[in-house]
């Protein structure tokens, strides 16, 4: 319940702040460029969505969760995650993946999924692991799940997404 409401009260004030800068700004593009406001809301809007895409995992979910660098003697204990570190390096560098750090992050205190991801613009690249899914699977599966995660990003699935969303 605790994290619950702490959660709560940390979303409000992210939502507060995110508001109380796009609405005014929103607001002036509208005033100032009279009828031909939509083009410059969308160029002002597509904007805020990549500066999102940076801010989301390096400011807003820091908020949440502890993000900690893969430490094999720390995250990797049992055997059957022994060699992780060096299976995933391995998996990005044969897919040529730009993978500047591995982080594990602390999934387990608001759920019991298990997930990853990648994020990061160009050759600044991110593996994002929970520690539940060090907990619940093998090396080999995770890097099966890494795969997936790498051929979103191998098959430009982000981009497209975005461009999507643009049209």
Known sequence: ???FITDAIKTFFITAVIVSILI?????????FGDNFVYY??????LFLLLLMWLAPNVIMPCFYKFDTLDEEK?????????????LDGLAEGLKFPLRKIFVMDG????????????????NKRIVL?????????????VS??????????????????LITEV
């Open 1 to 3: 319940l605790n994290t």
């Open 24 to 32: 005014p700004i929103m607001m002036w593009i509208i005033d100032y």
């Open 41 to 46: 809301l969308w160029i002002f809007i597509s």
């Open 75 to 87: 995250h990797c204990k049992d055997d059957k995650t022994k060699g992780l570190k060096g299976a």
């Open 108 to 123: 387990s205190k608001r759920s019991s999924h298990s997930n990853a991801f990648q994020y990061g613009f160009c050759s």
């Open 130 to 142: 929970f520690d539940t899914l060090l907990n619940q699977m093998t090396k080999e599966e995770i």
């Open 145 to 162: 799940v890494m795969c997936h995660e790498l051929g979103h990003w191998k098959y430009s699935h982000t981009l497209k997404g975005l």
